[in-house]
């Protein structure tokens, strides 16, 4: 069965630490690895990952995907308040237009 | 574009009761997705449609539940009978045929309680 893991579940930091939120899968074809930001509302979409070892970037936001270990990681540089919400890890399979969900890790920023 | 609507806001309903919840994807897109999250289970896919037919309904979680897409432009997700533990944040997706999670856009959510 497909599945997709993230680590920590939460995570409690001072404004201006730096994070990193780890997300592993079993998932046996993919097209992408996906990050989204969730607030108070929807999912809204932070990264798209496809390729291994390449980093994306926006911001102090940065994502990379190792295909060999299975997993994906988020790093969150000089963190602010504002970056507080759940960051889910989504894989979309080859086979159908459907994408399977981590749980997701909650992070809150300390001012 | 307006995005994906969904209706309504919010839900309070007693145990028993049906509800009904709404959403309207964007349009042009051929695919369309409910989901159900919760603190426990998280983001779990109910079913999705391409282009109106139901491909996988798969994570409905029992025969109280049922969705249908009588249109491109509209679809409704019942409970019937509603129980406390339907309680949860109900999320409607839609996104081009193809493009798998890159094309998703959510709608604001509806949140359900049953009490």
């Known amino acids: 069965e497909d599945k997709v893991v993230q680590s920590p579940l939460s995570l409690v930091v001072h404004e201006g630490d730096t994070v990193t939120l780890n997300c592993s899968y079993e998932v046996t074809n993919f097209r992408s690895l996906l990050w989204y930001k969730q607030e108070k509302k929807a999912p809204t979409f932070l990264f798209m990952l496809?390729?291994?070892?390449i980093e994306k970037k926006s911001g102090r936001l940065s994502s990379i995907l190792d295909k060999k270990e299975l997993f994906s990681i988020l790093n969150i540089t000089a963190t602010q308040t504002g970056d507080s919400a759940v960051y889910l890890c989504?894989?979309?399979?080859?086979?159908?237009?459907?994408?399977?969900f981590g749980k997701g890790t909650r992070l809150h920023i300390l001012p | 574009d307006a995005g994906v609507i969904q209706s309504p806001r919010h839900e309070v309903t007693e145990m028993g009761q049906e509800v009904t919840l709404r959403c309207k994807p964007i349009s042009g897109h051929n695919s369309l997705f409910w989901y159900r999250q919760t603190m426990m289970r998280g983001l779990e896919l109910l079913i999705y449609?391409?282009?109106?037919?139901?491909?996988?309904d798969s994570g409905m979680p029992e025969d109280r539940f049922s969705a249908k897409m009588p249109n491109a432009s509209f679809s409704t997700l019942k409970i019937q009978p509603s129980e406390p533990r339907d309680s949860a944040v109900y999320f409607c997706?839609?996104?081009?045929?193809?493009?798998?999670?890159?094309?998703?856009?959510f709608g604001s959510g509806t949140r359900l309680t049953v009490v």
């Open positions: 496809t390729s291994s070892g």
């Open positions: 997706a839609s996104s081009p045929s193809g493009q798998g999670g890159y094309g998703y856009t």
């Open positions: 989504a894989l979309d399979p080859i086979r159908d237009d459907k994408i399977i």
């Open positions: 449609f391409n282009n109106n037919v139901p491909i996988d």
